[in-house]
């Protein structure tokens, strides 16, 4: 079971064009931490509609949804630090087409080249809400940097809350940015 560390309730329901922003600290000697779309507000949410969890100490990204309590369609991505390109054949053909080169996505210039270390105790996410689905960036000084893109099985509407937990030692930052 999960360590909730932190819930906030939307103040209105998701559309496509909306992103919500997370930037927090991980704990020291962190091994994963994860953040859940929720459609209930309270800890043990029986709905999740996306829940992206970073498991640090085995490199893994794990993406998943939960219907009726039940874990779904868990998906499996390694990684070392993260560049701008995926390891998982899947996720890269998936956003294939979106990308002009291996650094660089089509229209839009806000994606930096150079590595960057999950392992930094510092976080900073970006969760864009699009009509194909959710894209996740790594956000630093520098631009943005696509992570992955999930498509859920859940409308993102039903999303009631942001749900942060595991080994994160605080949230520093929660923006949202409706369209």
């Known amino acids: 079971m999960s360590s ?3 819930i906030a309730i939307l103040p209105q329901p998701t559309q496509p064009g909306d992103k919500i922003q997370i930037s ?9 931490f994860s953040i859940n779309f929720a459609n209930e507000v309270n800890e043990n949410p029986q709905s999740i509609t996306y829940s992206f969890n970073w498991d ?8 998943d949804y939960k219907e009726d309590d039940e874990w779904k369609n868990r998906i499996e991505t390694e990684f070392d630090t ?13 956003i294939s087409n979106r990308f002009i080169d291996n650094n660089t996505i089509a229209d839009t ?16 996410l970006e969760f864009a809400f699009q009509d194909d689905g959710i894209y996740v960036y790594l956000v630093s000084e520098d631009g943005r940097n696509l992570v992955t893109h999930y498509q859920p099985e859940i409308d993102f509407q039903f999303i009631e809350s942001v ?3 595991d080994d994160v030692e605080k949230v520093t930052q929660l923006t949202f940015s409706y369209n």
């Open 56 to 63: 640090l100490a085995n490199k893994m990204l794990i993406e």
């Open 109 to 124: 210039t806000d994606t930096f080249p150079h590595s960057y270390s999950l392992l930094e105790p510092e976080f900073a």
């Open 163 to 165: 749900q942060v937990c």
């Open 4 to 6: 909730t560390k932190f």
């Open 24 to 32: 927090g600290r991980i704990s020291d000697h962190a091994e994963k």
């Open 82 to 94: 993260f560049d701008g390109r995926f390891k998982n054949k899947a996720i890269n053909d998936s």
